[in-house]
């Protein structure tokens, strides 16, 4: 399954929900969720525990419109449009936490 | 100088993903004209707005940041940044486009009662 | 939205003729704007026009008429940098009259 997410992880609730509910799969990183994924965030080290149950996914172009393209955690795999189409497709359910 | 009034725009929210960075953005400098002691406060997510180095081609969106380097121009030089909510986000001093000044929350919320209007993005 | 046709191609603008695109602009299409405006380029009109476009180059705004005429006067010399010279050169408005000919926006705050 994959859960989509695209709120700020220190504003929104989105991002816990998601990794206290699902129990695994697919997860992408889209708009303001992408801060996510940047090193040295005061949630990284809660995204890098949900990596033995998830694989973490984050949308490049947004990370790059937001300058830190070169700030990318360990162990999340960059995607483009064509790779979050890829996603959306090899998944049978998708769920968005907005 | 003397009748100006001390305005404060306080920003909370991530470019991008929201409209209220530009739209704080563009009442900041039209704001400008009126000649008034303007502070630009920026806490939580808002310090995101002045992260360097955005490139928002990818996301067909207007990188409205350059704007943040004109300020000067517009003598809006009073901009401020909570400390605590920087390194929250893994980022330094040497991360923002446009030289702040760096404060605590506490010294911020001292900061947000001197002010007669408070502007909220 | 409107067009204007100029050497044979037309291009789009808004109801007040400020150019839709940026990359649309030439010196052909500038000039066009500058004769419905009732402004003939001189050199030192294309000073002005330049150096807005180098401004929306860097910091993606068109300056306000304020700040257009400091940062003139910085980089062009204090008998450029005032409002004199500057409506001499634009009479209905350098914000208004200089970026449209430049292909910039409206000012932010110029109503």
Same mark, same amino acid.
């Given at each position: ?9 220190? +504003?929104? *609730? !989105?991002?816990?929900?998601? =990794?206290?509910?699902?129990?695994? #799969?697919?997860?992408?990183?889209? $708009? ?12 990284? %080290? ?5 990596? #033995? ?21 360990? &162990? ?12 959306? !497709? !090899?998944?049978? +359910?998708?769920?968005?936490? /907005? | 100088?003397?009748? %100006? ?6 920003? @909370? ?29 920026? =806490?939580?997510? #808002? *310090? ?21 380097? %004109? /300020? ?14 920087? $390194?929250?986000?893994? /980022?330094? $001093? ?14 911020? &919320? ?12 | ?34 004769? +419905? ?15 807005? @476009? ?14 257009? +005429? ?22 209905? &408005?350098? #914000? ?6 430049? &292909? ?8």
């Amino acid at each position: 399954m994959l859960h989509i997410i695209n709120k700020s992880p220190l +504003t929104s *609730v !989105s991002l816990d929900s998601c =990794l206290n509910t699902a129990t695994g #799969g697919d997860i992408l990183l889209i $708009e303001d969720a992408v801060y996510a994924a940047t090193r040295g965030n005061a949630g990284e %080290a809660k995204l890098r525990n949900a990596m #033995g149950r998830f694989k973490v996914h984050v949308l490049m172009p947004d990370l790059e419109a937001r300058g830190l393209g070169d700030r990318l955690m360990e &162990g999340v795999s960059p995607v483009d449009y064509g790779g979050f189409v890829d996603l959306t !497709s !090899s998944n049978k +359910t998708c769920q968005s936490w /907005l | 100088m003397s009748d %100006a009034k001390k305005f404060m725009f306080v920003n @909370r929210k991530a470019p991008y993903g929201t409209i209220y960075a530009l739209e704080s953005l563009e009442v900041v400098l039209i704001t400008a004209a009126f000649d008034q002691d303007v502070s630009l406060a920026f =806490l939580d997510d #808002g *310090v995101y707005q002045l992260k360097k180095g955005q490139q928002t081609k990818g996301i067909e969106t207007k990188n409205f940041s350059p704007a943040y380097r %004109a /300020l000067e121009d517009y003598d809006i030089e009073k901009l401020y940044v909570e400390k605590e909510a920087m $390194e929250a986000r893994g /980022l330094t $001093e040497e991360d923002f486009l446009v030289p702040v000044t760096l404060l605590s929350r506490a010294e911020m &919320g001292k900061l947000m009662d001197e002010q007669d209007v408070v502007l909220s993005f | 939205m409107s067009t204007i046709e100029v050497g044979g191609k037309s291009y789009e603008t808004d109801e007040e003729g400020y150019l839709t695109n940026l990359a649309d602009w030439n010196t052909e299409v500038a000039n066009y704007i500058a004769q +419905t405006e009732n402004v003939t380029m001189t050199e030192q009109h294309w000073e002005v026009v330049n150096f807005l @476009r180098e401004y929306f180059e860097e910091y993606q705004i068109a300056p306000a008429v304020r700040v257009l +005429t400091k940062a003139i006067g910085k980089k062009l010399g204090a008998e450029k940098g005032n409002s004199e010279y500057l409506y001499g050169l634009f009479p209905y &408005g350098p #914000g208004k009259q200089a970026c449209k000919i430049a &292909g910039l926006p409206k000012p932010t705050g110029c109503v």
